[in-house]
């Protein structure tokens, strides 16, 4: 009666700790530039090497600039410094790195499954939040800070306590407009910021099923802002069919014996779960963040709440009672690890085709890679965004977060198709409004919040 | 190596609100050099400073009392956001060796105990009682006890994360005593998952 979790734990499990925390073997590790220098420099000035580097990689995402004709220039002050250390540290440790420039470049949650890197059955870790994504393939996915990554490198292990579990069942049928972005934000508003605290979670039930590979990633992406330690959607033929072929899948015979293995990966019907959360998915509707946690997040026709917190409030510029939709925007963002793949970027254009972004409203398109640029530009994709009046950019996690280079500035009310409102998220007093692409992309076009 | 945490006597600063994430600990703006050092100027940098980079003397660390404060009080949550292991950095920095507070972010709890610094867990009662106690908090992690004025409470810890931080011990060389037991793991492993390895692209 071994659940998914049970089955990825036990394979990795090496052996336990006197102080009874269990040595887990870790397959894959991502790096960033935002932090691979501090990790790789520390190992480096410790006289130890890595454990294994053809299974170590690095993205350059995090603060690359994303203008078109980028170099290792960066808008925030200082970044470039980033940038050269960890290129530096990682060619010396023989780590295999998508640098700017780069066709494979983009962000480590997008670039890590479309080339294959992460597999069902896998560990993969990486000094990321949101390494949780990646578990959308049947992978134990986490997000660790630096010291454990130079762990992780060094020994190819973690010793980290076993979580424990918690199923969080989607039944029924989302409705039309109502997408992964939404089952996140109902799951966390319901729940809580701290819902999921420190559980390994398994997202389930037919509405889950149903979700085609990408949409698995944007549900998976948020398990981290409800404090989960991991999330896990168990691999079927939707997943096989997406992995097949990709460069660092297994080929041949060898494919033939992984997928063999990994359709014994779900867990059985009678596995126990710690905790259990059920949501009815056809209850679920559009959403859209108020407040600074994504927790304070109400469908899109709600109002802030009565009893909503006075500093996020104040933050917000908002008062309870006041309707979301109808709120006036001063700038639109399309990217982030969230919601930036094809899938993503084919539905928000297919809502802005031939419309124009409001007046006074900025916004801007991210692709999450530099593969999804092109697959994207292949479909005329770019020329949808850019005639609709919205900036095309280069890959990276761009303006998802602030590091000092660009915002929309102080005051400035952003509706992001990313992950966090948290204050000052976006730069210092910018209003973020968290919402799926298809809302951001209703909004820009009417200047205000606004249902596609 | 971490320096060891045995016993820590403070007051404690409240902070109580929940959900204080790693990006109010401490903004990704103001990690502005590749190491981990330099980082206790942008600790609570949002809070902490009016435009001009001023104090803002309404801010917990900048009151009378607090400034050199060694524990935090905080609410549920803390910690939760980006991995940046900087905001224990930060802390630990400035002189922060423990939080308290009723719940912590996963991956801020796992770099807190590498850092040095205790993530002490309990009730929101508790930590609301020792809010309202002007007098110092006496931690004795060994005793997983904290204590102040008539308080006391007994706190959980797991005995990995215990032995880590009274130690302060380097988890690298603990795992390296068992390199012989990770590579036979592995030549097993190899046999059975092949696909998992990498290095004969």
């Known amino acids: 009666m071994p659940s998914l979790f049970d089955k990825l734990w036990a394979a990795h499990a090496i052996a336990e700790t006197p102080g009874g925390a269990t040595i887990i073997a870790i397959d894959r590790i991502f790096l960033h530039e935002r932090t691979g220098a501090a990790a790789l420099n520390s190992l480096a000035a410790a006289g130890r090497g890595v454990a294994d580097p053809a299974r170590a990689f690095v993205a350059m995402d995090h603060i690359v600039d994303t203008r078109p004709g980028r170099t290792d220039a960066t808008t925030m002050p200082g970044g470039t410094a980033f940038i050269t250390e960890t290129r530096a540290a990682a060619h010396a440790a023989g780590l295999t790195v998508f640098d700017i420039g780069d066709p494979d470049q983009g962000i480590v949650h997008v670039v890590s499954p479309e080339l294959g890197i992460v597999l069902p059955g896998l560990t993969l870790v990486a000094p990321d939040s949101h390494s949780c994504t990646q578990g959308a393939v049947g992978a134990l996915a986490w997000g660790i800070g630096s010291t454990e990554a130079e762990h992780a490198l060094a020994t190819g292990t973690l010793r980290i306590d076993r979580p424990p579990t918690m199923r969080v069942t989607f039944d029924g049928t989302l409705r039309p407009g109502v997408t992964a972005k939404d089952m996140a934000l109902a799951l966390i508003a319901r729940h809580g910021a701290a819902g999921g605290q420190g559980h390994a979670i398994e997202f389930a039930g037919s509405a889950v099923t149903a979700l085609p590979m990408e949409a698995r990633m944007t549900l998976c992406n948020m398990a981290t802002e409800f404090a989960a330690f991991s999330a896990v959607i168990a691999p079927d033929d939707t997943t096989f069919a997406w992995l097949r072929g990709r460069r660092y899948a297994p080929a041949g015979a060898l494919w033939d014996r992984a997928l063999a293995e990994w359709r014994q990966l779900p867990g059985d019907a009678d596995a126990a779960f710690d905790r259990e959360i059920s949501i009815d998915a056809a209850g679920i509707a559009p959403m859209v963040s108020w407040g600074t946690s994504p927790a304070q997040s109400v469908p899109l026709d709600g109002v802030v709440p009565a009893d909503a917190a006075p500093g996020s409030l104040a933050y917000m510029g908002l008062h309870p009672g006041q309707p979301l939709a109808g709120l006036a925007i001063d700038g639109a963002f399309i990217g982030s690890c969230t919601n930036s793949r094809l899938s993503d970027l084919q539905r928000a254009a297919a809502i802005v085709a031939g419309r124009h972004v409001a007046n006074g409203v900025r916004a801007i398109v991210v692709p999450g890679s530099s593969a999804v640029k092109r697959a994207a530009e292949a479909e005329g994709l770019d020329a949808v965004f850019t005639a609709a009046g919205f900036e095309w950019r280069e890959s990276g996690c761009s303006m998802c977060f602030f590091a000092g280079g660009e915002s929309f500035g102080a005051g400035q009310r952003v509706i992001s198709s990313t992950n966090r409102n948290f204050e000052s998220r976006q730069g210092p007093g910018t209003r973020t409004h968290i919402a799926s692409p298809e809302v951001v992309a209703a909004s820009a076009i009417a200047g205000r919040i606004s249902a596609p | ?201």
């Open chain 2, 1 to 201: 190596m971490s320096t060891p945490f045995t016993t820590l006597t403070s007051l404690a600063a409240p902070l109580l609100e929940d959900n204080i994430d790693t990006d109010i600990i401490i903004p990704s703006r103001e990690m502005k050099t590749t190491g981990k050092t330099g980082l206790a100027a942008g600790l609570f940098a949002g809070r902490r400073y009016t435009e001009g980079r001023t104090e803002n003397p309404e801010f917990v660390l900048n009151r009378p009392g607090f400034r050199d404060a060694a524990i935090l009080l905080a609410g549920a949550n803390f910690g939760c956001g980006s991995s940046r292991e900087h905001a224990v950095w930060a802390l630990a920095e400035h002189g922060i060796r423990a939080v308290i507070a009723p719940s912590f972010s996963p991956i801020f709890a796992g770099n807190a105990v590498r850092g040095g610094v205790l993530p002490l867990a309990l009730p929101r009662a508790a930590v609301d009682a020792l809010a309202a106690h002007d007098v110092a908090v006496h931690i004795d992690l060994p005793a997983q006890r904290v204590t102040a004025g008539t308080l006391a409470f007994a706190f959980e810890i797991n005995a990995e994360a215990k032995a880590m931080l009274v130690g302060g011990l380097d988890a690298i060389d603990l795992t390296l005593q068992s390199a012989a037991t990770i590579a036979a793991w592995h030549d097993r492993n190899r046999s059975l998952r092949p696909w998992v390895y990498l290095g004969n692209r």
